[in-house]
């Protein structure tokens, strides 16, 4: 009974390293979206999943890899971390054509 | 999500109406959306409105589009404490019903 949940939800790095953030959902939903929230930006989508092994690119994706080989994980990939990605990160998930559910976020800071 | 404008504060004392504004650009939307977030929370879907529609009532809350200006309300009826948070008004972007652009968010703050 889960439904959509993010881990970690804190998270603090070094410009340079790898960090990976967690989306795992229990609805079986297709989509799966990622996106980042910024003071006066509002929610912008990163990438976005149609289905398992389907990817495609959302408004601001330079710097993030995605991936998506199973229907309910949607993990999103920091290769280098910046300082310009300390950012809340929201993923959510959906049947086609139906409202977004959102997880409660991730917090994170780049140093 | 700069495509969809919001005005980014509004004060509103308890027992009050408040209305919220939005304006988008993309003519093609097939829903509009009104998202709350709750702080340290994700979002939260408050009401949609097909683009078919002028208004939408759900309880105290009331949704009008004017789809010649681009324009979308939120009215929420004797607002509360509770109703303390940010909302972001949405749109399906490009004709596909799967991808939403966002406005900034409305923080509302409801006073004694």
């Known amino acids: 009974d889960a439904g959509i949940t993010q881990s970690p939800r804190y998270k603090i790095t070094e410009t340079g390293r790898q960090v990976t953030l967690m989306c795992h959902q229990t609805?079986?939903?297709?989509?799966m979206f990622w996106y980042r929230q910024d003071l006066g930006h509002g929610l912008r989508l990163i990438y976005y999943s149609a289905a398992a092994d389907i990817t495609d690119k959302g408004e601001v994706p330079d710097g993030y890899v995605v991936s998506r080989s199973k229907t309910e994980n949607f993990p999103l990939t920091l290769e280098s971390a910046t300082r310009s990605q300390t950012s809340v990160y929201f993923c959510?998930?959906?049947?086609?054509?139906?409202?977004?559910?959102f997880g409660p976020g991730t917090r994170l800071t780049v140093l | 999500g700069e495509d969809v404008e919001q005005s980014l504060f509004l004060s509103v004392r308890e027992g009050d109406s408040s209305v919220i504004n939005c304006t988008y650009t993309?003519?093609?939307?097939?829903?509009l959306y009104w998202y709350k977030q709750e702080p340290g929370a994700g979002l939260q879907l408050l009401t949609y409105i097909f683009s078919n529609m002028d208004m939408k009532q759900d309880q105290r809350l009331t949704v009008l589009l004017n789809k010649k200006d681009k324009h979308l309300s939120l009215r929420i009826a004797d607002t509360q404490t509770g109703d303390s948070a940010i909302y972001f008004c949405?749109?399906?972007?490009?004709?596909?019903?799967?991808?939403?652009?966002f406005g900034a968010g409305t923080t509302v703050t409801v006073r004694a």
């Open positions: 949405a749109e399906s972007i490009g004709g596909n019903d799967y991808k939403l652009s």
């Open positions: 609805w079986s939903h297709s989509y």
């Open positions: 993309d003519s093609s939307s097939t829903y």
């Open positions: 959510a998930s959906s049947h086609p054509g139906r409202e977004q559910f």
